[in-house]
């Protein structure tokens, strides 16, 4: 009871900023609600008036702290429910929001090591160059001499987004019990993922792990970097990396001027998504152009890895066989495999679905962003969840996130080009190691491999056991014996059969592949 008052009060102080900040618009669309508009309009701040809606709403979720900061560079991304222009306002909530002084950050880093700052770093800019939700960062030079960027948690950050969440979560738990229609978006599951996430991005040693991670991924890769860590100037609470230079991805101005090719970045672009979700699995999953730049040798380099996917081996050849599916136009490949991940219910019509497929895909098939409405083909895509029953994938959202904003950057560089286009024939080469006759031979090896490793271990334990109860004076029946005996006859030969799989895997790869013709 407690806990729901408390979160009611908090609702309450919530609706009231967002009044002050004329910011309900969106409620606007709701009949019911209109006495309660009409009230609200009292607390209005005048001064706000000429503000466009989109200003507004950003305002007001800057008051209301860093969870709700991070709701608005969510719903940044979804243009499809707010409209172009309040999702291009929302988007400066990215990395320009009020600072802490730098003062109170060289205070955080000597608490953190427990040493002056004067005995890290022989420079320490006091002015942060970007200032986010849950950090900021600022330059400096360390005693040795090296430029690095220093992120900074902002005080309090910790406690804040704990309570929000603890809100967010009450709210779904409510929304499931109220409104059976809504359970299959899985709000809870939702919110438990964005919580987990957050834990992460609270600790600043697990941000420098998983930057560490994404540059061990690309070593040799001389299209897309990542900064060096500073391990020793990094923890809890404090980051340290290499200062990158460089201009922002979005800045195409600069980028032509600097004599950039931009059909060379897009296809890095691409390459980089490509390779981090299907070839590794571990993806950036807030690749904003804020955190993306193209420095002098013209590669991509990303920074802030406070947020980062994983997808397992199934869920990549999903993924992989639904999108080549949709860019071949084969809507039936596309069905089945929704169907096979058990994303759509048994009990509905395979048909039907390939047909909904279809209507997904034909208006969308080898045409350039500018003449998609991704509007209109998002809120296609939520009307067929909706028909077909389908349960909301709380693993997938980092990855719908991460494909909006790099299809935004690519709509801002050239938005005559469809970048998933120039990916297909990477995703084609992947699918034919990964999911061809060869690859799925080797995997069935693996698989048996891991199943002979295990015979040793049964018969040891066998053993184990039997001796255990000679020990302990049990006294085994003859029948018993022979069955022991009879069950170790049978497993062992199973010890050779690898062999001889391998000897005719090796024969049958060297036919297909032509060898000794």
């Not at 420098?208 to 991670?213: D, K, P």
């Not at 979005?250 to 998504?273: K, P, Q, S």
């Not at 599916?325 to 169907?339: C, E, K, N, P, T």
């Not at 014996?481 to 049978?490: D, E, K, P, W």
């Amino acid at each position: 009871m407690f806990r729901s008052l408390r979160h009611l009060a908090r609702l309450a102080r919530i609706a009231v900023t967002l009044a002050r900040h004329d910011a309900l618009f969106p409620l606007d669309r709701v009949a019911a609600t209109a006495p309660f508009l009409r009230v609200t309009r009292l607390v209005r701040r005048r001064s706000l008036a000429a503000a466009r809606p989109g200003e507004r709403l950003a305002a007001a979720l800057a008051e209301l702290g860093p969870s709700f900061i991070k709701l608005g560079q969510i719903l940044a991304t979804r243009a499809d429910l707010l409209g172009d222009e309040i999702a291009a306002d929302l988007a400066r909530l990215q990395d320009r929001l009020p600072p802490f002084s730098g003062a109170l950050a060289r205070q955080l880093i000597e608490t953190e090591f427990e040493q002056p700052i004067g005995a890290m770093f022989a420079r320490f800019d006091e002015t942060p160059v970007a200032a986010a939700s849950i950090a900021q960062v600022h330059f400096a030079v360390t005693a040795e001499g090296r430029e690095v960027a220093v992120k900074v948690l902002r005080p309090g950050i910790e406690r804040a987004f704990a309570r929000d969440l603890d809100l967010f979560l009450w709210l779904a738990h409510l929304a499931e019990r109220t409104q059976p229609a809504l359970r299959r978006l899985k709000p809870v599951d939702v919110v438990e993922t964005l919580s987990q996430s957050m834990q992460i991005e609270m600790d600043l040693r697990f941000e420098a792990a998983a930057a560490s991670e994404l540059a061990e991924n690309f070593e040799g890769d001389p299209t897309f970097r990542m900064p060096r860590i500073d391990w020793q100037r990094t923890g809890r609470t404090v980051l340290t990396t290499e200062r990158v230079a460089g201009i922002r991805i979005d800045d195409r101005e600069a980028l032509v001027a600097a004599g950039c090719d931009i059909g060379v970045i897009l296809r890095n672009a691409g390459a980089a998504f490509f390779n981090q979700v299907f070839r590794d699995g571990f993806f950036h999953a807030d690749m904003h152009p804020g955190n993306l730049f193209v420095d002098p040798d013209g590669a991509l380099a990303v920074i802030d890895f406070g947020i980062m996917g994983r997808l397992d081996r199934d869920t990549r050849y999903y993924l992989a066989d639904m999108l080549i599916g949709f860019l071949s136009g084969d809507y039936r490949r596309v069905a089945q495999v929704h169907f096979d991940a058990g994303y759509v219910p048994r009990r509905r019509s395979l048909e039907a679905f390939t047909q909904a497929c279809r209507s997904i895909g034909e208006p969308i098939l080898g045409r350039p962003l500018h003449e998609i409405s991704i509007a209109r083909l998002l809120a296609q895509l939520f009307h067929v969840t909706e028909q077909f029953e389908m349960e909301a994938q709380p693993q997938l959202l980092l990855l719908q996130k991460t494909m909006v904003l790099v299809e935004g950057i690519g709509r801002r560089l050239d938005p005559t080009v469809n970048i998933w286009a120039m990916a297909q024939p990477l995703v084609e080469d992947w699918v034919r190691e990964n999911r061809g006759p060869e690859a799925q031979l080797r995997d069935r090896l693996e698989d048996f491999a891991e199943l002979v490793e295990e015979i040793p271990r049964l018969l040891r334990g066998l053993d184990k056991i039997v001796g255990d109860w000679a020990r302990e004076g049990v006294v085994m029946h003859a029948e018993s014996l022979a069955t022991q005996a009879a069950h170790r006859a049978r497993l062992l030969p199973l010890l050779v059969i690898p062999l001889w799989l391998a000897a005719f895997a090796l024969i049958a790869i060297a036919a297909t592949l032509g060898f000794g013709r």
